[in-house]
C-alpha cells in the first residue's frame, strides 16, 4: 500500500507541478503581453508632430515608448518594411494596429480613453476647437525651424495671429460656457490641446496671455490635472523645444 500511495503521491505532485508550471507560463506571457500592449511611438526625438500624441496618451494617463529615428535610414526601413501607409511618420503602433496620420491617431486615442465628449454634438465642438489649435500649432511648429531671414516676419505673424485670431476665441468660449473645461463638464482633447499650444506660445513671447484672464485660468487649473501635472515635471516625454543646432539633423532626417 506503501508503494501504491507513493506512486499515486507522485503522479499527483507531478500534476501539480505541471498545473503550477502551467500557471507561471500563462502569467509570463501575461506579463510580457501587458508590456507590449503599451503604444510604441515612432518619430525623431523632438516634438513635431508626434508631441500632441504624447500629450494626450499622458493626460490619459496611458503609458508608452518610443522608437527614434536617428537617421534617413531609418525612415526608410518603416517604409520599406510596409510600416507607413503613406510613407509619412508619425507612427503609432497600438491595439494591434499601425496607425499614421496625427489627427487619426489622436481622434483614436481620444475616443478609447473618453477624450472626446460624450455626444456627438460635443465631439463636433471638439472637432472644431482642434482644428483652430492645429493651425495655430503649425505656425508654432514652423517657427525654430525657419532660415534667420525669415524669423523676425514669421514671428509677428504667428503672435498676432495668437493674440487676435485663436485665443480671443478660446477666452470667449470658456467664459460663455463658464465651466472649467471648453466642452461639456469633463476634460477632452480639446482642453489637452489648448494647454499644450499655450505652452508653446509662451515660449516665445512669455505674457501672450497678458490680456487672456480665463485663459490664465484655465491654464493653471489644467495644468494641475494629475496626469498631465506629471507629463509636465522635468524627466517626462514632454519635449523641449527645438534647439537650433539640432534644425539640421531634423531637415536631413525628412528632406535630404
Known amino acids: ?35 507590449s500592449s503599451k503604444p510604441r511611438l515612432h518619430y525623431f526625438d523632438g516634438r513635431g508632430r508626434m508631441e500632441p500624441i504624447r500629450w494626450l ?17 531609418d ?18 503602433e497600438m491595439d494591434g494596429m499601425k496607425l499614421v496620420q ?17 455626444d456627438l454634438k460635443e465631439r463636433a465642438l471638439i472637432d472644431m476647437y482642434v482644428e483652430g489649435m492645429f493651425d495655430l500649432n503649425e505656425l508654432l511648429l514652423k517657427h525654430g525651424y525657419l532660415p534667420a531671414d525669415q524669423k523676425e516676419q514669421h514671428f509677428a505673424n504667428m503672435i498676432d495671429k495668437a493674440e487676435n485670431r485663436y485665443f480671443p476665441v ?25 494647454l499644450e499650444i499655450i505652452l508653446m506660445a509662451e515660449e516665445w513671447k512669455p505674457d501672450v496671455l497678458a490680456k487672456f484672464p480665463v485663459l490664465q485660468s484655465f491654464k493653471a487649473r ?13 524627466g517626462s516625454q514632454r519635449k523641449p523645444l527645438v534647439r537650433e543646432e539640432e534644425v539640421p539633423k531634423v531637415m536631413n532626417l525628412f528632406y535630404s
Open 170 to 194: 478660446f477666452e470667449k468660449v470658456l467664459k460663455d460656457h463658464g465651466r472649467d473645461f471648453l466642452v461639456g463638464n469633463q476634460l477632452s482633447r480639446a482642453d489637452v490641446q489648448l
Open 57 to 73: 496618451l499622458a493626460a490619459a494617463g496611458v503609458e508608452f515608448e518610443e522608437s527614434y529615428m536617428e537617421k534617413k535610414e
Open 102 to 118: 496625427t489627427r487619426a491617431i489622436a481622434n483614436y486615442i481620444s475616443t478609447k480613453y473618453n477624450l472626446y465628449g460624450k
Open 1 to 35: 500500500m506503501r508503494i501504491i500511495f507513493s506512486s499515486q503521491a507522485t503522479k499527483y505532485a507531478s500534476r501539480k507541478d505541471m498545473k503550477e508550471t502551467a500557471c507561471y507560463t500563462i502569467l509570463a506571457n501575461q506579463a510580457r503581453g501587458k508590456m
Open 222 to 234: 489644467i495644468s494641475n490635472y494629475p496626469t498631465i501635472k506629471k507629463f509636465l515635471q522635468p
Open 75 to 92: 525612415l526608410t526601413k518603416l517604409r520599406k518594411d510596409g510600416s507607413l501607409l503613406f510613407q509619412q511618420v508619425p507612427m503609432v
